[in-house]
């Protein structure tokens, strides 16, 4: 599942991420996570209730498990941004729904670390490597993570709108979900995450 919050799932961006997990092998459904009215005229509004979030995502990830012709395959989460909070709180509260995820640019730095211990799913942050504070964020919470790993893409900035930074993302997310999800041996032509 791709979530979008500040845009929409039809953005460029995530629509790159699918195509890209797609060529893998990987099915994905993108899911707006804001109503029109929240993200009027382009402006990421977050519901000011973080709760509502993390019950929309919640409600999604169990209607994958629970739909009869999607709950028997594997289950994997990408996300980008301010709406990684809400969704690692989701997994959090039953961790047994995801089996991998994969978090670009995360605002990791709000999420309890009673929230990141109980993150029981592979976990790679994706981070570029001009995107400071997320960056600095992203390495404090690795180590209260269960199985987690820290992909570093240089010159990327928060958006990875850089020439081929949104694709490293995507050869990134399409490695971590093979090898979790459908357990494929990694791609050797893709530089491993890097541990921090």
């Given amino acids: 599942m791709v979530f ?5 799932r039809e953005s460029p961006r995530y629509r790159l991420i699918s ?3 797609h060529h893998a092998g990987v099915a994905t ?4 996570l804001l109503s029109p009215t929240e993200r009027h005229d382009g402006l990421t509004q977050l519901p000011a209730d973080s709760r509502d979030l993390t ?22 989460l990408y996300v980008a941004g301010a709406g990684s909070e809400a969704v690692l709180e989701a997994v959090a509260a039953d961790p047994d729904l995801v089996e991998a ?11 309890s670390t009673l929230t990141l211990a109980s993150i029981r799913a592979p976990l790679l942050l994706v981070v570029g490597s001009r995107d400071e504070t997320v960056l600095s964020a992203n390495r404090a919470a690795l180590a ?5 790993d820290l992909a570093v893409v240089p010159g990327a900035t ?4 850089e020439p081929g930074a949104l694709e490293a993302v995507g050869r990134l997310a399409t490695d971590w979900f093979k090898r979790w999800l459908l357990g494929r041996a990694t791609d050797p032509s893709t530089p491993p ?3 921090w």
């Fill in 4 to 8: 979008s919050t500040g845009s929409t």
């Fill in 19 to 21: 195509r890209a997990l």
């Fill in 29 to 32: 459904l993108r899911c707006d």
């Fill in 55 to 76: 019950e929309r995502i919640a409600t999604v990830i169990h209607w994958i498990a629970t739909y009869p012709a999607t709950r028997g395959l594997h289950r994997g």
């Fill in 101 to 111: 995820i994969v978090v670009r640019a995360g605002h990791l730095d709000n999420v």
């Fill in 144 to 148: 209260h993570f269960e199985t987690a």
């Fill in 158 to 161: 928060d958006l990875f709108g």
């Fill in 193 to 195: 995450a890097r541990r």
